[in-house]
């Protein structure tokens, strides 16, 4: 187990699609997070899982957006009729502690 | 609402020479910081962290230096090397109900010229 692992790396989709992208925690890592980066501004929070609860979810997550973590393991951050502005590098993090992040390498989405 | 602010974008430093990299922050209620390195097309990195309790933390050629009252910290590279070129980025842990979250800055891009 080498760190978090992000899937797919790049994604370019038409606007009105839906695009799934999967994260890989360390395995015993128990906290998921997930952010958004933008060009020229650090990550954002967006949501974060302990275990398989979802325990907070930023006002920037609309309705558009879903995450789910059903095992307490993997977890899938979708999004739905995918707008322009929802073009953004999307992180995902995990922890053991409340304190210390790792993070994944990313995707990068692109809508067209 | 910026919590955390990184004011200079980027920061040019001749290799072998100090890089200071500094940060605000406005909530009095962050009680831990960290700092993390990133590369083009990586994700971030850990680099060094500090509490509120403490006023420097040091790892090898990486120091951090928090002024609690000015609600400011920085970071010291000596000696900055090539290899340090990246984009740094300043984030505050703060507890939100039963979990922590870190709020980031928008990163200083630093490059250390050979």
């Known amino acids: 187990d080498t760190g978090v692992s992000q899937d797919p790396r790049h994604k370019i989709t038409k606007r009105g699609q839906n695009v799934t992208f999967r994260c890989d925690p360390i395995?015993?890592?128990?906290?998921l997070y997930w952010y958004r980066q933008t060009l020229g501004q650090g990550p954002e929070f967006l949501t974060y899982?302990?275990?398989?609860?979802?325990?907070?979810k930023s006002r920037l997550l609309s309705d558009r957006f879903s995450a789910e973590r059903p095992k307490g393991s993997f977890s899938t951050l979708e999004i739905q009729r995918t707008e322009q502005g929802d073009s953004a590098m999307y992180l995902c993090a995990s922890s053991l502690t409340e304190r210390g992040y790792t993070f994944g390498s990313g995707t990068r989405l692109t809508v067209v | 609402d910026q919590q955390v602010k990184q004011n200079s974008p980027s920061l040019s430093v001749q290799e072998g020479r100090i890089s200071i990299l500094n940060c605000d922050y406005t909530?009095?209620?962050?009680?831990?910081f960290l700092w993390y390195k990133k590369y083009p097309a990586e994700g971030p990195t850990f680099l060094i962290s500090i509490s509120s309790i403490k006023d420097k933390n040091e790892d090898g050629r990486f120091t951090v230096f928090l002024n609690k009252s000015a609600k400011h910290l920085s970071l010291h590279i000596v000696p900055s090397q090539p290899g340090d070129s990246a984009v740094y980025f300043c984030a505050a842990s703060v507890r939100v109900d039963s979990s922590y979250k870190l709020i980031f800055g928008s990163g200083t891009r630093l490059l250390v010229r050979p």
């Open positions: 909530n009095s209620m962050f009680d831990y």
């Open positions: 395995s015993e890592h128990n906290r």
């Open positions: 899982f302990q275990n398989e609860a979802q325990l907070e």
